[in-house]
């Protein structure tokens, strides 16, 4: 061997240990800030809900670079083309036309979700407080949703947010809209953590993987919560978590490991 093909293993080696002993270190460190046990490891799933949004491939591509199954809750009405392509045919409005094309886009991106591997539930058609609708009402939104959602659904049951968690925290007190999710073939999912990352204060810095860690190390296994979309008549979506998910997925993986929704929800069948 060559002094100089020597010299260059003898480096490479020693980068390779410098970079792993600074990812030990780096998790040493993570573990003490957030009081994690020492020796427990996690099972989590990451969920993503209101999109589809504009951002949403950016998180593709990072669940893809780091090989997690994900579930994606997504709102009926972001993917319903019906309502633009007759705006757009009867209408002179140009922009008529071009929430057209988002849209078509957005569910080229569905297409994409699906294609990956991952989950894709029912966020229900629109973002309202399920509890308060009349019956005609909250039928309608669970059935439109499936309608739009079905050819992408891969579970029996599939699998089913409501926003806000209205009618899942309170089920005991307003049991019809459960009720109502299982008559239309859906199973509900919750969450254990939640990275509060639709709420603006928590938009900078590590707020939001500092709350999914300190659920984390405080003891919960699970689902945790996040946002690829915005609910409002907005469609880029949550541009501060699709841009920094990948600098908090290794810090998660200090202590986690990324496990399929159905790891936790036995009920769901491949279909
Ligand atoms: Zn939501």
Redesign the pocket.
Known sequence: MTSILKLFISSLLLSLFLISSVMAQDCDYYKKKYNCPVDKRFKIHLSF??GVGSVTPQVLDTLKREHIPATFFILGNKVDCQQYRQRCSHGRNKNNCQSLQLCLQRRQTLKRIKQEGHLIGS?SYQ?LHHSQLSPAELQSNIQRSKQILQPFFTTEPAPFRL??GDGWFNQKDKPQVMEALKQNGFTHIGWEMSGFDWDKKNQHGTKILDNVMTQMCSGRNGTVLL?DGV?ENEHEGRIFTAKHLAEWIPVMRCVADFVPLNYYHKELKPR
């Open positions: 809900d209101d966020h973002h926003p806000y946002h609910f």
